[in-house]
């Protein structure tokens, strides 16, 4: 009996997160754009966040001069969102990987690569 109660306790909290719906649930598709990770110098970090805006969890981060894939809704387009102060960020996934999440418009690369 104690050792299931240890047990129930250890997972609940990874079961809380991965039942908890994406904020861009939708975004399911991968687009054909290819966008660099900028910044001022290569190979430094760019934190790839939970939601859009620096309030959120950083999930992981990417390196800079490294390239993520933008993600698409059901719609076919962009997934984006603002934050409170204006800023838009993009849902991208690093492909290597399949890590999701949302960088801010200013740490990416203005054109699509393939």
């Given at each position: 009996?104690?050792?299931?109660?240890?047990?129930?306790?250890?997972?609940?909290?990874?079961?809380?997160?991965?039942?908890?719906?994406?904020?861009?649930?939708?975004?399911?598709?991968?687009?054909?754009?290819?966008?660099?990770?900028?910044?001022?110098?290569?190979?430094?970090?760019?934190?790839?966040?939970?939601?859009?805006?620096?309030?959120?969890?950083?999930?992981?981060?990417?390196l800079v001069g490294?390239?993520?894939?933008?993600?698409?809704?059901?719609?076919?387009?962009?997934v984006e969102d603002?934050?409170?102060?204006?800023?838009?960020?993009?849902?991208?996934?690093?492909?290597?990987?399949?890590?999701?999440?949302?960088?801010?418009?200013?740490?990416?690369?203005?054109?699509?690569?393939?």
């Amino acid at each position: 009996m104690k050792i299931k109660k240890i047990l129930v306790t250890a997972i609940a909290p990874f079961l809380a997160l991965s039942m908890q719906p994406t904020p861009s649930a939708s975004a399911q598709s991968l687009s054909d754009c290819y966008v660099q990770i900028v910044g001022r110098t290569t190979g430094s970090r760019v934190n790839l966040r939970d939601d859009a805006g620096t309030q959120f969890r950083s999930r992981s981060y990417l390196l800079v001069g490294q390239y993520v894939n933008m993600l698409n809704n059901d719609s076919g387009k962009r997934v984006e969102d603002q934050d409170t102060e204006g800023n838009t960020w993009y849902y991208v996934e690093y492909r290597p990987s399949g890590t999701r999440g949302w960088i801010r418009e200013d740490f990416l690369a203005q054109q699509c690569s393939r």
